[in-house]
């Protein structure tokens, strides 16, 4: 079992930066890779990027490439995602989740134990 909590979502102009931590308790933290998801009114849930269990390989959604960054810290049992030059259309609930390893990293049907969500909101 794992249990996360996402944090750090707000309210932001287009153009700013907005870090979210994702802390994680339960299963040891190293020993399975995360992913950052999240989903707007009336869309369905998007990926947006994933990390390796060392933190050595990321993926990332087009998107978002080259405005978000993905990292974790094992040893304080947190991943983050850094996000800049944010845009109105980053808005949404964003979703940390556990990566079971039985699929691609872009599906949230491999994925598993996920966060409540935070919200992001960017205003133009």
């Known amino acids: 079992q794992v249990q996360l909590v996402e944090s750090g979502g707000g309210l932001v102009q287009a153009g700013g930066s907005l870090r979210l931590s994702c802390a994680a308790s339960?299963?040891?933290?190293?020993?399975?890779?995360m992913g950052w998801f999240r989903q707007a009114p009336g869309k369905e849930r998007e990926f947006v990027a994933h990390?390796?269990?060392?933190?050595?390989?990321?993926v990332y959604a087009d998107s978002v490439k080259g405005r978000f960054t993905i990292s974790r810290d094992n040893a304080k049992n947190t991943a983050f995602l850094q996000m800049n030059s944010l845009r109105p259309e980053d808005t949404a609930v964003y979703y940390c989740?556990?990566?079971?390893?039985?699929?691609?990293?872009?599906?949230?049907?491999?994925?598993?134990?996920w966060g409540q969500g935070t919200q992001v909101t960017v205003s133009s």
């Open positions: 989740a556990v990566d079971r390893g039985v699929g691609v990293v872009t599906s949230p049907r491999v994925y598993e134990y």
């Open positions: 339960g299963r040891t933290f190293s020993s399975y890779a």
């Open positions: 990390i390796s269990w060392s933190g050595g390989s990321t």
